[in-house]
């Protein structure tokens, strides 16, 4: 980064910090928006949550400023965003796995305990076939939906689709099925 730019920065750190003006950290979000994208999406492998990060990360940053000392001669504002970042991914990162460990989990745990009469078997087992007929998209986002409990955003972040399939695949599934048990 050229020192001229580095300086602006610094002197806008300074502006934010005494006026709290947002417009001041617009300018950063412009600047360094995209490098932080390319980060995010690097760990995260996913557009949604690479956006997500993003907007997190500044969120941080305002929450934090006070934190960053602009007034060191190495103080870099990049290095600090890139910082909270890869923070921020980690955690998702984090939150994921074990999201998914517990998840995987509790259905183990749950399908132990659970003793069916052999009428609910039969209509389990109908229920399966008819999951496995449906297309794998459709499956997918259902069974995250009513199964797993996530919400169209959770399931948008997973599947890289946007919210608009998530909805119509989840319809599309419960029609499926709602049809086949009528």
């Given at each position: 980064m050229g020192q001229s730019q580095e300086g602006g920065d610094l002197r806008?750190?300074?502006?934010?910090?005494?006026?709290?003006?947002?417009?001041?950290?617009?300018a950063f979000f412009d600047r360094y928006a995209r490098p932080l994208y390319a980060v995010a999406l690097g760990m995260l492998h996913d557009v949604a949550g690479a956006e997500d990060c993003v907007q997190e990360t500044f969120r941080r940053a305002i929450e934090?400023?006070?934190?960053?000392?602009?007034?060191?001669?190495?103080?870099?504002?990049l290095k600090?965003?890139?910082?909270?970042a890869k923070h921020v991914c980690m955690d998702e990162?984090?939150?994921?796995?074990?999201?998914d460990r517990h998840g995987a989990e509790a259905w183990t745990a749950l399908q132990r305990r659970v003793e069916l009469s052999p009428e609910e078997q039969?209509?389990?087992s109908e229920l399966r076939d008819e999951l496995s007929r449906l297309a794998p998209e459709y499956r997918h986002c259902?069974?995250?939906f009513h199964v797993h409990g996530y919400?169209?955003?959770?399931?948008?972040?997973?599947?890289?689709?946007?919210?608009?399939?998530?909805?119509?695949?989840i319809q599309t599934a419960k029609r499926h099925i709602e049809r086949r048990f009528r």
């Open positions: 806008l750190v300074r502006e934010f910090k005494g006026s709290r003006d947002r417009e001041c950290f617009a934090r400023v006070q934190r960053f000392d602009e007034n060191k001669e190495d103080s870099d504002l600090w965003l890139f910082m909270i990162i984090r939150r994921t796995r074990t999201r039969a209509m389990l259902y069974l995250l919400k169209y955003k959770e399931i948008m972040k997973i599947t890289g689709y946007p919210y608009d399939r998530v909805k119509t695949d």
